[in-house]
């Protein structure tokens, strides 16, 4: 029954999918889940918290040599005292009984 140039109407049917369909409504449901599931993780789950710079106490015979010998022994203590110096902010290679430095951390 076409009526002024249009075409009959058609009786609903049911969207039947192939096999090949179903795969991809499968897939884009897990993506879609997966996805809800990375943006619900909470930032906790992600990255453990820093931890804090080694540091030490500058005991009675101690210099910047020996403390990086003993905390990094390598074949070059220089550039571990220097990354003490730096971190530190020494401006020489004095350091005192009792104070605190901070050490850097191991590559």
Not at 11 to 17: C, D, I, K, T, W
Not at 24 to 39: D, E, Q, S, T, Y
Not at 75 to 84: A, L, T, Y
Not at 89 to 106: A, C, D, K, N, S
Request: cysteine-free; aromatic content about 6%; proline content about 10%.
């Amino acid at each position: 029954m076409a009526t002024m140039g249009y075409p009959a109407r058609r009786s609903r049917q049911a969207v039947r999918l192939t096999r090949r369909g179903r795969l991809v409504v499968l897939i884009l449901l897990f993506l879609l889940v997966g996805g809800g599931a990375v943006l619900a993780a909470s930032a906790g789950d992600a990255a453990s918290p820093p931890r804090p710079a080694p540091s030490v106490v500058v005991r009675p015979g101690d210099t910047l040599w020996s403390i990086a010998a003993r905390y990094d022994p390598g074949p070059d203590p220089f550039r571990v005292i220097e990354e003490i110096r730096r971190l530190n902010r020494l401006p020489g290679y004095t350091i005192e009984v009792g104070q605190l430095l901070t050490l850097p951390r191991h590559r």
